[in-house]
């Protein structure tokens, strides 16, 4: 059965902290462990008061640091926003400190709007332009040591830290098809392009030194509680936060609601719907059926499974869940297989 996984975007409940943010992150991540997730990815985002892992690198050290073995890494970090070389240097520190257990996931978009952009003092458009050549300028930083090389990371040289390119559109899928690297698709939010970026990603790869095969990720949001009523509430959070994001008025997470009816307008309920159409939703049962679905369509060879959910216990249920759906699913296959 392909591996499940977890991706956190540390969020900050209405009324609550990024202090807490951390703490409930810790704790998701233990408990992932014990639950045999195989990664815990953070994002970064910028000027977002319901997200806290804006200072992504750091958060990182923070969930390493509380575990044991699980991978911890990046999806993503946005490199148009960063110097190759200070990154570099950065994942090199988390490698040296963790050996063995980081990722490094890198998308293409500021991670924030353009104002706040323009504030990180970045060329927004030259540094989207710029993109294929800082990822090999960074994965010749985090590679052997060439002869005459001026410039190092230190640390940082020489640890190999494995690289991933994200993407919500077919762009990410040429670009590591190309370079031979694993590829995570955003489709828990932007799922329009997912098979037309798996196919190109596919066709198009190209084996490297860090992947002799295609490997694809595909994003899953996982609202799962003891009944289906319970999980489709836990939802709303999510529901709400994207029609705010829509109106340009993003802010903490929000409670759940019995309805949203009142709480966005027939186009807007369009357009959210669209945006989370990969998610799943409802009780150990409805999850299974979902996720063997996703995975039957894409293909994936592994799942990154999010939860914006308000609730800090709720939100480790519905994970607890996926990995009992997991569990269901490779007993099955392995029973199927056996009667081969």
Known sequence: MIPFSVLDLSPIGEGSSAAQAFRNSLDLAQH??????????????HNMTGIA???????????????KTIRVGSGGIMLPNH???VIAEQFGTLEALFPGRIDLGLGRAPGTDQRTARAMRRDLMQAAENFPQDVLELQALLGPIQQGQVIRAVPGAGSNVP???????????????????PFAFASHFAPQSLMDALDIYRTRFEPSAQLDKPYAVVGVNIFAADTEAQATRLMTSLQQQFVNLRRGTPGQLRPPVDSMDDLWS????????????????GTK????????????????????????????????????????????????????????
């Open 83 to 85: 110097s190759p070389l």
């Open 285 to 340: 049962d409805m999850v299974e059926r979902g996720l063997r679905a996703i995975i039957t369509e894409t293909g994936a060879d592994e799942l990154m499974l999010t939860a914006q959910i308000f609730d800090h216990a709720a939100r480790l249920r519905s994970f607890e869940i996926g990995a009992e759906v997991r569990d269901v699913l490779a007993a099955k296959r392995a029973a199927a297989n056996a009667g081969m």
């Open 163 to 181: 690289l991933w390119i994200l993407g919500s559109s077919t762009f990410g899928a040429q670009l590591a098809a190309m370079l031979g690297l």
């Open 53 to 67: 892992s804006a200072a992504t690198s750091v958060v990182i050290g923070h969930i390493a640091g509380g575990t």
């Open 32 to 45: 992932a462990e014990r639950w045999n997730y195989k990664r815990f990815w953070l994002a970064e985002h």
């Open 266 to 281: 027939p186009a807007e309920r369009v357009g959210v719907e669209q945006s989370l159409a990969y998610s799943v939703v």
